[in-house]
């Protein structure tokens, strides 16, 4: 098993930043794709950002493509994702994920593990 926790998330006005910070314990493995998700009440889990398991490939949601960046240390057990120019419309609660093949993926339905989630709320 792979325990996720997020921190980071907060209050921000818009224009704003944030940087959000996922620790991973347990049976980890560098060799995992990790991603970031955003999820509001009634709607279906969103894709914001996924990197690869030795951070040589990134991608972003287009809507934050630009704004945000993903970055990993494997050697410190931790992802993070930092949020430049954030929009009301970006909060949510974002979720650290982690993903049992080094073959990148979008999609929520490929993750294995994920954190509790961090409250970020983008005030306008």
């Known amino acids: 098993q792979v325990q996720l926790v997020e921190s980071g998330g907060g209050l921000v006005q818009a224009g704003g930043s944030l940087r959000l910070s996922c620790k991973a314990s347990g049976r980890t493995n560098s060799r995992y794709t990790m991603g970031w998700f955003r999820q509001v009440p009634r709607k279906e889990r969103e894709f914001v950002s996924v990197i690869s398991w030795n951070g040589a490939y990134t991608s972003y949601a287009g809507s934050v493509k630009g704004r945000l960046t993903i970055s990993r240390d494997n050697a410190k057990n931790t992802l993070d994702l930092q949020m430049n120019s954030l929009k009301p419309e970006e909060t949510a609660v974002y979720y650290c994920?982690?993903?049992?093949?080094?073959?990148?993926?979008?999609?929520?339905?490929?993750?294995?593990?994920w954190g509790q989630g961090t409250q970020v709320t983008v005030s306008s």
């Open positions: 994920a982690a993903r049992q093949s080094m073959v990148v993926s979008s999609s929520p339905d490929d993750y294995n593990y």
